[in-house]
């Protein structure tokens, strides 16, 4: 009976355990999603690592054997900003860092790649007073013996590494420092914040230090200090813990607001102009909303600092040139020649100049290192007023371009800066109001050379206060520093357009060999873009002759992928000729598209294009190339509209090499097979006739084809590229790697259309001379532009000047017209 009262109760407690288990089975398999979220959940390694190794701190390096110990930065940031901001905080300044950085988030927040921490109990809410303490606490828990300052930063802040350590090493860290910009609040808060007349708070935003004292003695109280916030603001209640249980408040210095710089214009902070004083002063810029932004101050930051090496370098070549000469070491010893032995240069190779050679880098400045050999060798001055006047150029007077304007800025700036350095101690100031007038030169090998005359005003504000206003002249050479040469394998330029010949041939073999063979398509390249050359033309029948047989050399016989279409203005009767030359054309490649559409009203090259590029023989996906009768290509000019003519992206307009008169020179007629050089002709810089653009990018609504209210030679191409222009800078603001817009955003960015112009000398496009003549009866900014074209077309400078010379009637009219015009003064 006792056997049997047992053994009920066993199966009783089987039977219960079995309920239970199949309970827990079911409650499992209905919450399976659940359940791979935490099993996911739990694979991440956040707690497997050690606050050392978070950081990449080794456990043996203390503030007395290791260099980067200096300062631990404590970067506040949260989940949906640690792949954007935080991100671009790690990869441009923080890794630069001397010391160790840290980004502090809400709880459960991780990343593989960046030192991330996450706070127990810690959410990612506005403001973030709990995360701004429980970070300094996490900092006084496990480092505050490790590192000699502390830092509370902002993910939208940047700073200068290497400016912060020489800041921090001249402050004593041992003693109670609380640094940062001083604030009371702004007018609205005033009153409100809870402070006492004498007291303040470090504003947050660009950034507080701490050194390991000052966190040794408020870290123990910041439980006392979340109980009692008496504002909204993190950064006031970190400072009234700080002046309450350190006894300090933050730092009363005016400079401090140029050292710490926090920019007031918010989400349009540093967006513009970067050469500015308050950006090279400054250690901490705020704020920076966008990642991008970041990313640009960065590689602005490291350029200035790549020019302080440059000259740290110049410096040096010329203390070795000053202490050869002490040492009585000959300028061609082999000694002085920087990373040569002595026994690797041959004696008749020692008067060679070599990279880094001292006596050219190390000769000191001054105005006279350049000793020409003759008269030929002599350096031109430049004039500088309000335009620049130049005899080395073919018109002597140009506007002053934005490269020298911002040159001369430079200069001054630099130079300014250095006149006013000991400004507070001398109690005076030098501003700098105006350049009167100036003078350059370059020099190839030494830099170049100033000479400027400046407007300043003296303003003395200390003793007996005075405002006088001064002339100086300044004298400034601006040298240069050795050869940084940088060996690559081979020749990017080269190498893809011999890829894109070879690809060409290739893809031309191929199609051949699948027209007798069956072929699989993946084994056929994708054709080349195909180039649609749109050629205006009215008479000119000999040339139109030469043009058609350039076309079928290069585009036809070379199987180039391109299509020819001619708009011809003229009378019926007077294009039999011109349409016999075209379907002759026609009858010879009868597989190619050679096309043309007749005009019988006035020539207007402006209607001409966009009649071409609406026509139905142009697809949406080609390029049209616009070209004139009078241009000469071969192959590579294809290859390089195809390389630099981007869909939606860029235009490309190249500069053709125009060909001056050969009369000029005692040559009968014009030849293609002239070289290059500045004898036979000119890049002509200022022609944007000869253009390369997608059909779906010229007809943009924006664009809209051609200005066809222009008839006649001329201005139809600049009306066209400030079309281009205003399309290429509307105001779109494309925010890639940031986490601060919606992801749609990015997307839809992504379409619109940013037409920018490439442009760039191709010396395989030229323009063949031939006369021009300009009707009296075109509108004035057209006949303006012919005749200097004209003008520019006659011939080089230097064969002008001696033509005026070899004549003497011409020297004595402009004598006898000088002489008359000093008479009437």
Request: net charge neutral; with cysteine.
């Amino acid at each position: 009976m006792l056997q049997h009262t047992m053994t009920k109760r066993k199966t009783l407690i089987i039977a219960c355990f079995g309920i239970a288990l199949g309970l827990c089975i079911g409650t499992v398999l209905k919450n399976y999603r659940a359940l791979e979220i935490v099993k996911r959940c739990s694979l991440r390694p956040t707690n497997l690592k050690t606050p050392n190794e978070i950081i990449g701190l080794n456990d043996e390096d203390t503030i007395q054997n290791s260099q980067r110990n200096l300062v631990f930065v404590g970067v506040m940031t949260a989940k949906n900003f640690i792949e954007g901001r935080a991100r671009a905080v790690y990869d441009t300044w923080g890794k630069e860092v001397p010391g160790r950085i840290a980004f502090f988030s809400s709880e459960g927040s991780y990343s593989e790649e960046l030192p991330v921490v996450g706070l127990k109990n810690v959410d990612d809410r506005y403001p973030p007073q709990k995360k701004s303490f429980m970070m300094l606490y996490y900092m006084y828990e496990h480092y505050i013996d490790r590192f000699e300052w502390f830092i509370r930063a902002d993910d939208d802040v940047y700073m200068e590494p290497d400016k912060l350590e020489r800041f921090l090493r001249s402050i004593d860290s041992s003693k109670p420092q609380f640094i940062g910009q001083a604030g009371k609040g702004n007018s609205e808060e005033f009153g409100l914040l809870s402070l006492e007349f004498d007291e303040n708070f470090c504003m947050g935003g660009p950034g507080v230090i701490l050194s390991s004292e000052t966190l040794r003695r408020v870290a123990p109280h910041i439980p006392t200090c979340l109980k009692n916030l008496y504002s909204t603001h993190e950064d006031v209640e970190v400072g009234r813990c700080v002046q309450k249980f350190a006894g300090i408040p933050c730092t009363w210095n005016y400079e401090m607001q140029y050292i710490l710089r926090h920019n007031s214009s918010g989400r349009n902070a540093y967006t513009g102009k970067l050469k500015r004083k308050e950006i090279h002063n400054a250690i901490t810029l705020h704020p920076i909303k966008q990642a991008p932004l970041m990313y640009r101050l960065h590689s602005y930051i490291q350029g200035l600092k790549a020019e302080e090496l440059r000259q740290e370098s110049l410096l040096l070549h010329r203390d070795i040139k000053r202490m050869a000469k002490y040492l009585e070491v000959p300028d061609d010893s082999t000694y002085m020649m920087p990373s040569v032995s002595p026994g690797a240069v041959h004696d008749k190779d020692n008067g060679k100049r070599h990279f880094e050679d001292h006596n050219i880098l190390g000769i000191s400045p001054e105005l006279n290192k350049f000793v020409p050999a003759s008269t030929a060798d002599l350096l031109d001055w430049s004039f500088i007023a309000r335009s620049l006047y130049s005899a080395g150029s073919a018109n002597p007077k140009q506007k002053i371009d934005s490269a020298m304007r911002e040159g001369l800025e430079d200069v001054i700036t630099e130079v300014m800066e250095n006149i006013n350095y000991y400004s507070r101690q001398r109690g005076r100031v030098i501003e700098f109001r105006e350049l009167l007038y100036g003078y350059h030169r370059l020099d190839a090998i030494h830099g170049q050379d100033l000479i400027l005359d400046l407007l300043l005003i003296y303003k003395k504000y200390r003793g007996k206060k005075m405002t006088v206003p001064v002339r100086r002249h300044l004298y400034v050479q601006r040298a240069f520093t050795g050869i940084f040469v940088k060996e690559l394998d081979e020749d990017f330029y080269n190498v893809t357009l011999q890829q894109s010949l070879l690809g060409s041939l290739l893809h031309n073999g191929m199609a051949r060999l699948s027209s007798h063979f069956t072929m699989a398509s993946n084994l056929l390249a994708p054709p080349p873009d195909n180039i649609v050359f749109v050629l205006p033309i009215a008479g000119r029948l000999a040339t139109f002759q030469r043009f058609l047989a350039t076309y079928e050399r290069v585009c036809i016989d070379a199987s180039q992928h391109c299509d020819l279409l001619v708009v011809i203005f003229g009378p019926p009767d007077e294009l039999t000729e011109h349409l016999q030359q075209l379907n002759e054309l026609r009858a010879r490649h009868i597989y190619k598209q050679i096309n043309y559409i007749q005009r019988s009203g006035q020539f207007s090259r402006g209607v001409a294009l966009d009649i071409a590029a609406r026509s139905s023989y142009i697809r949406q996906e080609d390029i049209i190339l616009f070209i004139d009768v009078d241009m000469v290509f071969g192959v590579e000019t294809l290859q390089r509209v195809r390389m630099h003519t981007q869909r939606g992206r860029q235009v490309y307009l190249p500069i053709v090499f125009s060909q001056y008169d050969p009369k000029r020179r005692g040559e009968a007629s014009p030849s293609e097979s002239l070289p290059i050089d500045d004898e036979n002709g000119y890049f002509r810089q200022f022609g944007f006739g000869i253009c390369a653009i997608y059909k779906s990018d010229i007809l943009d609504d924006d664009i809209n084809g051609f200005d066809k209210d222009i008839t006649g030679w001329g201005l139809e191409d600049v009306k066209f590229l400030e079309k281009i222009v205003r399309v290429g800078t509307r105001q779109h603001g494309f925010l890639s790697n940031t986490a601060e817009v919606p992801l749609d955003y990015n997307e839809a960015a992504e379409q619109w259309r940013r037409l920018t112009v490439f442009r760039a000398p191709d010396p395989t496009l030229v323009h063949i001379y031939h006369d021009i003549s300009c009707d009296v009866q075109l509108d004035a900014p057209q006949y303006n532009m012919c005749l200097g074209t004209k003008a520019n077309s006659l011939g080089s400078t230097r064969l002008m000047e001696q033509l005026f010379f070899n004549n003497r009637q011409n020297v004595e009219f402009i004598a006898e017209f000088n002489r008359q015009k000093q008479q009437t003064r």
